[in-house]
């Protein structure tokens, strides 16, 4: 659908009854985007359909011309896929939302389909891991440079960003270090050079942080992360500019098929009603864990960005409202000592997941970040005392009670 807008306006939800002042995020993470059928259900309608037919030939052919008023095929569109990628692109304030099926399949689209052989990419290296095999080891199969940098260091920035560069990847805060990029800096930095910025926003979920409002131009996110936030399904989306997505991504993810399915997607859109409820929520479930861990004698260091000590505390309180839902601590002891406290868990669970609403706790050197080669773990401060974890939404205290039994 290369050059054209994607079709279905924003605001059918309405019926025409358009409300002329600007609605709050809230409003529109229930709103936007619905589309109603004939027999005007409340509820989202799921179309469980791969295919769609036409009154004619003629119809047909028209369709495939101009595909502004009719859906072709569940790859290339949906109509309860439409309706989530309206709604997020609402709640991010993006022109355009697309959605995948997951959140590896937004990443590695959203770059896969800027860049060539002999393109340079610049990324800051404290991110997700899977994140990183992709850009560490297949772009660079495919011709194109990978320069890793430390993301809250500007002079590194300078440096990579001193040559032309085709996109910038970033992720803040990072998974499990919570490290704190500056989205403004760094976007300054790469328009210079023709980079397109590409955010990972899983951490912050977009209720706490809006990477276009700081010069970003892409937002990518794991769906099944906070958006879902309920253990269900797994879900990505893409969101930027009608260019980058109607230019850019459109015209490789229609061939290569990394699309969102209709019913996860109509899992999706109902998780949105309640995401800044439950966001907020656990933001502060996880400020009070925070407060609580970093007063513990056991408890050696913690990681989380809405703590005054962490290093990013300040250029997170510019750009995110809140410390996000995820930290991460050591134990005095090691790994023995941590595997003990995490055993001795009652409310908590060992899990690998994160931003649903059961905390979840994990050790990410032997479990996410295992692929990682051990002295790269070390760079990144990933050690075997070390853990993540996912604050949800249980009561703060009976969460602080458990750690605390725990830890004895
Ligand atoms: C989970 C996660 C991803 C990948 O998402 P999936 O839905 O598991 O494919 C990417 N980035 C970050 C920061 C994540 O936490």
Known sequence: MSGKE??????????????DWELHPDTESIRAGLSRSGFGE??????????????????AVASFADETDHFLYSRFHNPTVAMFEKRLAALEGAELCAATGSGMSAMF?????????????V???????????????????????????????????????????KAVFIETPSNPMLEIVDIAMVSELAHKVGATVIVDNVMASPILQKPLQHGA????????????????VLGGAILGSADYINNHFQPFA??????????????????????????????SNA?????????????????????????GYEINARQMSGGGTTLSFEVKGGQSALFAVMNALKV???????????????????????????????????????????????HSTDLIKDLEQALK
């Open 123 to 165: 990324a800051s290296a404290s991110m997700f891991s899977s994140c990183y095999v992709v850009l560490s080891e297949f772009l660079p199969k495919w011709g194109v440079t990978v320069e890793f940098v430390t993301g809250s260091e500007k002079s590194d920035w300078e440096k990579a960003l001193s040559r032309p560069t």
């Open 217 to 232: 131009d892409v937002v990518m996110y794991s769906a099944t992360k906070h958006i879902d936030g309920q253990g269900r």
């Open 287 to 311: 400020q009070a864990v925070a407060e609580f861990l970093a007063s513990h004698s056991k408890v050696s260091a913690v990681n989380y960005p809405g703590l005054k000590s962490h290093r």
């Open 42 to 59: 409340t509820g989202e309608a799921l179309y469980l359909s791969s295919g769609f037919t036409y009154s004619s030939a003629e119809e």
């Open 254 to 283: 229609r061939h290569t098929g990394p699309n969102l399915s209709a019913f996860n997607a109509w899992v999706l859109l109902k998780s949105l009603e309640t995401i800044g409820m439950r966001v907020e929520r656990m933001n």
């Open 109 to 121: 689209t959203s770059i896969a389909c800027l860049v060539s052989q002999g393109d340079h990419v």
């Open 6 to 19: 994607r079709p279905w306006g924003y605001r059918e939800n309405l019926h025409g009854k358009n409300p």
């Open 348 to 394: 908590i669970d060992i899990s690998n997941n994160l931003g649903d609403s059961k905390s979840l706790i994990t050790h990410p050197a032997s479990t996410t970040h295992r692929r990682l080669a051990p002295e790269l773990r070390a760079e990144l401060g990933i050690n075997d005392s070390l853990a993540r974890l996912s604050v949800g939404l249980e």
